[in-house]
């Protein structure tokens, strides 16, 4: 089946500086991945949908300009973090659509201090 | 909107069977999944149920579907520690679509 890679797994940074998560399908196209975020103890919530070569569709209430997301080849798609605060502290998780089913990445811890 | 619900805690002992319920608002879903996650993991899927069937076996996994009262249940047979985990029943529209998850189930086996 197809094989999604995420990095990095954890990352620990200062409040206000940038972080950089990247998701790449690396046996298949992808055109269009999903980028998901889960707090303690709750459900993955959709944050947006990364589009290869345009611009990703974010769901209500998710600030395009805090998490910018870049989809410029069929196999990576990046989600930064600008200026992360403590309240962005989540696990991070991409997904692959595909046929027959959807990829999960292995996430991304991210804790901002 | 569209809404999934599910039990937030399930205790059994090992060798019984588990049984996670879930119901869900989305009549046009296409296809219903079970994922599981395990601590500060990513998320498996175990397995997937078309909406146009009503029950599908694979090992010691059986889900139901009860597509007019939108119920949906996993059942692990003979459950083992290694099961314990957080199980996700989500739901899927059109291929290539976002999933809906519901806030998952911890299942506890002790022994």
């Known amino acids: 089946g197809a094989v999604v890679s995420q990095h990095p797994s954890w990352v620990i940074c200062k409040s206000g500086t940038s972080v950089k998560i990247e998701c790449r399908s690396l046996?298949?196209?992808?055109?269009?991945m999903f980028w998901y975020r889960q707090f303690p103890k709750q459900s993955l919530m959709l944050m947006a949908t990364s589009n290869e070569g345009s611009k990703a569709t974010y769901e209500q209430g998710v600030e395009k300009d805090k998490f910018l997301i870049n989809h410029a080849s069929l196999t990576l798609s990046t989600l930064t973090v600008t200026s992360a605060h403590p309240e962005d502290s989540s696990f991070y998780i991409c997904?692959?659509?595909?046929?027959?089913?959807?990829?999960f990445g292995s996430g991304t811890r991210l804790t901002v201090v | 909107g569209e809404d999934v619900e599910q039990s937030l805690f399930l205790s059994v002992r090992e060798g019984d069977s588990s049984v996670i319920n879930c119901t869900y608002t989305d009549s046009s879903s296409t296809y219903l999944y079970w994922y599981k996650q395990e601590p500060g993991a990513g998320l498996q899927l175990l397995t997937y149920i078309f909406s146009n069937m009503d029950m599908k076996q694979d090992q010691r996994l059986t889900v139901l579907l009860n597509k007019k009262d939108k119920h949906l249940s996993l059942r692990i047979a003979d459950t083992q520690t290694g099961d314990s985990a957080i199980y996700f029943c989500v739901e899927g529209g059109q291929a290539g679509t976002a999933l809906i998850f519901g806030k998952g189930t911890t299942l506890s086996v002790s022994s």
């Open positions: 997904s692959v659509p595909r046929e027959g089913g959807y990829t």
């Open positions: 046996d298949f196209q992808a055109t269009t």
